[in-house]
C-alpha cells in the first residue's frame, strides 16, 4: 500500500488541524488505518486508528480531541485533531494494515505493513 500524508502545519494551541491519508495499491476497504507520532527525542507512539468495519481506538492523549475516520470511496483516512497542545508537536504518521481481523485496528508498529511519509505537527504555546 502507498500512502501519501498531508494537513499538518503550524497551528496555536487550542487551535485544530486535520490530517489525510491518500491510499493506493490496495482495496482500501481491506484496509485498516492507523495514526502514530513521534515528537523530537522521543520513539514513534500510537495515536488511533479504525478498523474495517469503522470501529476505532485511541491513545488516551488523543481521546476527547481527535476523531479518527475513513472515506472508503476516497480511499482517505483522516485525523481530526481539536484543542491541539504544544505537547502534540511530532510528526505523524499514518499506516496500513493488510488483512486480520474486520473488527481489529492494531495499536503496535508491528500490526502494520506499509507506512506514509510523515507529516509535521507543530503547535505554538
Known amino acids: 500500500v502507498q500512502l501519501q500524508a498531508s494537513g499538518g502545519g503550524l497551528v496555536q494551541a487550542g487551535g485544530s488541524l486535520r490530517l489525510s491519508c491518500a491510499a493506493s495499491?490496495?482495496?482500501?476497504?481491506?484496509?485498516?488505518m492507523g495514526w502514530f507520532r513521534q515528537a523530537p527525542g522521543k520513539e514513534r507512539e500510537f495515536v488511533a486508528a479504525?478498523?474495517?468495519?469503522?470501529?476505532?481506538y485511541y491513545a488516551d492523549s488523543a481521546k476527547g480531541r481527535f476523531t479518527i475516520s475513513r472515506d472508503n470511496a476516497k480511499n482517505t483516512v483522516y485525523l481530526q485533531m481539536n484543542s491541539l497542545k504544544p505537547e502534540d508537536t511530532a510528526v505523524y504518521y499514518c499506516?496500513?494494515?493488510?488483512?486480520?481481523?474486520?473488527?481489529?485496528?492494531?495499536?503496535?508498529?508491528?500490526?502494520?505493513?506499509?507506512w506514509g511519509q510523515g507529516t509535521q505537527v507543530t503547535v505554538s504555546s
Open positions: 479504525i478498523a474495517r468495519s469503522g470501529s476505532t
Open positions: 495499491g490496495r482495496t482500501f476497504s481491506n484496509i485498516a
Open positions: 499506516a496500513a494494515r493488510v488483512g486480520g481481523s474486520y473488527y481489529y485496528s492494531g495499536r503496535y508498529e508491528h500490526e502494520y505493513n506499509d
